[in-house]
């Protein structure tokens, strides 16, 4: 067994904020990795994409699901699935954090950024190399 502290993981950054913490699982041998998210309220990821499902378990807010065009609401009684290669954002919606596990059936998460987000100032992403 091995136990990882949130605190040691690498971080999102949005507006300054820590927004999530990465999960890369490879770096601890397992095949499976996640974002644990904390985000403040109209606040999330820029529109970007993955090569492999992304898994989001919503455990406390609201938050607006954007994939592939679609928009949806979803809470802590719900799990969203986003396919592969579909684009996405997703925003809380408030009042206080949304916190969910997003997770990755990958022993990396690999995050492909839509258009010209990844140069966005208020967004920093860095993992594990």
Do not use: Q, W
């Not at 719900?78 to 809380?92: K, L, M, Q, S």
Request: charged fraction near 20%.
């Amino acid at each position: 067994m091995e136990v990882v502290e949130k605190g040691s993981l690498p971080t999102v950054v949005i507006d300054g904020e820590v927004a999530a913490h990465i999960f890369d699982g490879g770096a601890h041998g397992t095949t499976s990795s996640a974002f644990i998210v904390d985000v403040a309220v109209g606040r999330g990821p820029r529109r970007h994409l993955h090569p492999y499902d992304e898994v989001f378990i919503i455990v406390e807010g609201r938050v607006s699901v954007e994939a592939g065009g679609e928009v949806r609401e979803a809470g802590p009684d719900e799990v969203v699935i986003v396919r592969t290669g579909v684009p996405h954002a997703f925003t809380n919606l408030g009042p206080g954090h949304a916190r969910m596990v997003n997770i990755h059936a990958t022993d990396k998460v690999v995050t492909e950024f839509a258009g010209d987000h990844a140069a966005d100032p208020s967004y920093r992403y860095g993992h594990s190399s």
